[in-house]
């Protein structure tokens, strides 16, 4: 069996390596230790870790939720989150990007091992999946589960960053017709400016998903799903 593979975000080296040791103890392979949003986004696309665990107090211009929230553009990877403090604002701002856990440092070895075999466990287990007669059936074999907002491709999950599941439900809810590129910035992006390059490319992404077949853009109007 592979061992699973681990990611450490810590920008103390000594912690970091600390805890590279005690991970590679409990047979975790740990792919790399990063400790800012470019190094974090590199290795992900290099390495594709299992799951990661991420200091919050990172030094730098972003913090290690910030950097969580630019991930999940693209990847829904488990994350747990080390931290020495524990402000109410702090763990509202961790909880909005729906952590594995928090962990407040410092913390015991097992008590880490233990949460990231729930991580693993919680991950493997949205994987499994059937077809049942609850799901919308989207044509090409894609499959949309309303309820949890999960897409599938015959059997297998389609993993979904939050922008582009929010994207998917909004153009499944408008049942056909085409919405607004205008609107769909303003319910996706709600009381934020963005340019008009930022849209598009979370709906070529999207649309990458679902293999370029399902949505239809109409110029200068907006877009629709067929």
Known sequence: MSKAKVLIVEDEAIVA???????????????DIASSSKTVLNSINSQR????????NLKGEQDGIQ????????????????????????????IHTNPVTYLLKPFKDEDLKSNILLGLYKSKCEEKFM????????????????????????NEPVKLSKKESLLLKLLI???????????????????????????????????????????ESIPLLGCRLN
């Open 49 to 56: 870790p299992d799951i990661i665990l991420m200091d919050i």
């Open 17 to 31: 390596l600390d805890m590279k040791k005690t991970l590679e103890e409990f047979n975790f392979d740990v792919t």
């Open 131 to 154: 077809i049942n007669d609850n799901l919308l059936n989207l044509g090409n074999n894609y499959y949309y589960d309303y309820e949890n907002s999960k897409l599938f491709l015959k």
């Open 67 to 94: 950097i969580v929230e630019q991930m999940q553009y693209k990847d829904n990877i488990p994350v747990i989150y080390l931290t020495s403090y524990s402000d109410e604002n702090t763990i509202a701002r961790a």
């Open 173 to 215: 809810e408008s049942k056909g017709k085409t919405i607004k590129f205008e609107d769909l910035e303003n319910k996706i992006w709600p009381n934020i400016n963005v340019s008009n390059s930022t849209l598009r490319t979370l709906i070529y992404r999207l649309r990458m998903r679902l293999n370029n077949k399902l949505i």
